[in-house]
């Protein structure tokens, strides 16, 4: 019989997940990670910590509680603040799969005798011949393969994602029926491991502000910025120009950053040219199978809310690749990670360095 240790977050979409691990016969038990020691308050992990006790008590599996914050804060947190420092945008739950619940709790389950590991990701794998695949989740809504674009095929091989199949309506349902205090709990959307939280201020414990000018596209001065950091590519909210600046009747919206300069540039409209762009270059590239896929047409996503987008790639060298997309794509940011898919099948990503046309 299998040995599988479930992640458990104290939400409903991991406590689903492993009752459908016991209910399929494996021999389990939950491991509930703490991987962030200041601001209880914003984290709730003694509230999760609760919630993912009681679960493990009506499933009748034992829990074990870990802290992983050193290796949260050296593997995800410094990168995430030294992106912002470069007036980047990234993305910390991706590197948060990665290096955390793919590797230092998949490292520690295996010294722990399991067989694999299981989380509650809306993701499927499938076997393709003698490879694994990653595929979308059922739930178009809850499809979480973006984040896991940087799995690889061993990472695939000791993993089980038993909800990938489910939608999130049947997930909380099935939750109530179980009687899971967590059926209605509301889905995380903080920063991974650390929680929902005013991130400006956030920002500012970590990286000093350096205020500079607003710019149109032309150069003149529309306003002041608070720091490059706290903006990104398509940014509408928070920017702070008064009246007497261009249309009135059109919401001003980011277009660049200068890093040198220290300046924002912004233009009117979101129909705005600057807005759009066609091809972009990245690097930092992982495919899910080892290899480049044999079809260069695939499509993309820039974002992980952002639509899949027809594109073309070729490589540049080998650790950068050109993107051309069939269409323009709205507020492409560096830092992000664009992800690539052939229909249902997540093939990899990359990590955006720029963009053109």
């Known amino acids: ?118 989380t509650g990701h809306y993701a499927r794998i499938l076997r393709d011949n003698k490879s694994l695949r990653l595929a979308r989740g059922i739930d178009q809504n809850k499809d979480q393969s973006y984040f896991l674009y940087r799995l690889n095929q061993k990472q695939l091989s000791q993993a089980v994602f038993p909800i990938g199949d489910s939608d999130k309506m049947t997930v909380r349902q099935k939750a109530k029926e179980l009687g899971f205090h967590n059926h209605c ?41 608070e720091g490059l950091m706290y903006y990104t590519m398509g940014q509408r909210q928070g920017l702070g120009i008064g ?13 660049d950053k200068n890093i040198e300069k220290n300046t924002l540039i912004v233009g009117q409209g979101n129909d705005h040219p600057g807005l759009y762009h066609r091809s972009l270059s990245c690097s930092h590239i992982h495919w899910i199978s080892g290899k480049i896929p044999e079809s260069k047409l695939l499509s993309a996503k820039i974002r992980y809310r952002a639509q899949d987008a027809p594109c073309k790639i070729k490589m540049t060298s080998e650790q950068s690749i050109s993107v051309v997309f069939e269409e323009p794509q709205f507020a492409i940011a560096p830092g992000q990670s664009i992800v690539f898919y052939g229909q249902d099948i997540c093939l990899g990503g990359a990590i955006i360095d720029s963009r053109w046309n």
């Open 1 to 118: 019989m299998e040995h599988v240790i479930i992640g458990l977050s104290g939400g409903v979409d991991s406590a689903v997940a492993a009752a459908q691990i016991v209910q399929q016969g494996y021999s389990a038990e939950g491991l509930f990670m703490k991987n962030w020691e200041e601001d209880s308050h914003y984290c709730t992990s003694e509230e999760d910590y609760k919630d993912a006790l009681q679960i493990c008590e009506l499933l009748g599996i034992p829990l074990r509680s870990v802290n992983f914050s050193k290796e949260y804060w050296d593997k995800v947190f410094k990168h995430f603040l030294n992106e912002y420092k470069l007036g980047r945008t990234p993305n910390p739950d991706i590197l948060c799969n990665t290096e955390i619940k793919f590797k230092t709790f998949l490292d520690y389950a295996k010294e722990m005798g399991a067989d694999k590991i299981a």
């Open 185 to 225: 709990k509301k889905d995380s959307t903080g920063i991974c491991f650390i929680g929902e939280r005013h991130f400006k201020e956030f920002l500012q414990r970590y990286l000093p502000a350096q205020p500079g000018d607003i710019i149109n596209e032309e150069g003149k001065h529309v306003g002041q910025h």
């Open 243 to 255: 009246g007497g600046h261009g249309t009135l009747e059109k919401p001003w919206y980011v277009l």
